[in-house]
């Protein structure tokens, strides 16, 4: 297991600040086949504190990512046949990202009572499934910073959804819905992104670019809702100001990710390379 800042190769005994790691700093985690080989998944994912189940064609959670439950703070199951979320996933108490998209969840097979006491819960994925409706008791998952339930079959969204004052980004395109609930904007909600796509929208809250006076991105295509409605809204202008500088702050970020990408290829290339050669001989 390496860890990589800059080109430069961490030392394991020495601290965060003694490695002169800034916050902000990124970090490259190199994890050798021969790591999780030896070790096997369960120390893994206790070690990183990660549950990587993407694509491993499960119906369950499996029983051997029960015990480590209490470590884990980010927790992947996509692109699975996934069918029940039973009440015990309770036990990742320490869990703050789940990913649940591309699964065959339905209303009925999520046990919401367990799922909305994850009180550290800052991302939930579960697009792409079969859900109806979502409970009032999502609006317990008040640390809630990105919620993502596109692409299902959702007619509505509950009023309780204006409880998630930490709300960043919610993603609701593709689904069947044809209004947004005013609650949205409650306590000055800090949505950053609406993404409400591909739903039979024909209007927004009135008040929605005034409550939500930290959205910069909001996205209505093949909807109903015309440029008519949005110059209509309260906050229009201020709303497009903060868009056309979201615009130039992504594109700024995109140069900077291309150099990191390219950095982060070059390192694991050859510490694969190196693996491989040590292996060979």
């Known amino acids: 297991m390496f860890f990589v ?52 064609n499960l119906k369950d ?25 039973p009440h015990r996933i309770d036990c990742f108490t320490e869990l703050r990202k789940l990913f649940l998209k591309k699964n065959d969840l339905s ?24 859900l109806n409706t979502l409970p009032p008791t999502l609006g317990l998952l008040t640390s809630l910073q990105r919620l993502d339930v596109a692409n299902n079959k959702l007619t509505a969204l509950p009023i309780e959804i204006g409880n998630l004052t930490k709300l960043e980004d919610l993603q609701v395109n593709n689904n069947r819905i044809s209004s947004i609930p005013s609650s949205i904007g409650n306590r000055t909600s800090l949505i950053e992104a609406l993404h409400i796509s591909n739903n039979a929208m024909k209007s927004l809250p009135n008040s929605l670019f005034t409550m939500c006076a930290q959205l910069s991105t909001l996205a209505v295509h093949n909807t109903e809702i015309t440029t008519d409605t949005l110059l209509q809204c309260e906050g229009w202008e201020d709303f497009e100001e903060r868009r056309h500088a979201e615009c ?10 291309a150099e990191f990408d390219e950095l982060a290829d070059t390192i694991f290339s050859y510490f694969f390379r190196v693996t491989d050669g040590c292996s060979a001989s």
Do not use: M
């Open 5 to 56: 800042l800059k080109g430069r190769l961490l030392e394991n005994e020495k601290s965060l600040r003694e490695s002169e790691i800034n916050n902000g700093a990124k970090i490259i985690l190199v994890g050798t086949r021969d790591f999780r080989v030896a070790e096997g998944p369960t120390k893994l994912w206790t070690y990183t504190k990660y549950g990587d189940l993407t694509a491993c």
């Open 61 to 85: 959670i499996p029983e051997e990512l029960w015990p480590c439950a209490p470590f884990i703070r980010i927790l992947d199951i996509s692109c699975n046949s996934l069918q029940h979320v």
């Open 107 to 130: 209303d009925e097979s999520i046990s919401w009572r367990g799922l909305t006491s994850l009180k550290l819960l800052q991302v939930l994925s579960l697009s792409q499934n079969c």
């Open 248 to 257: 130039q702050r992504r594109r700024e970020e995109h140069f900077n990710s």
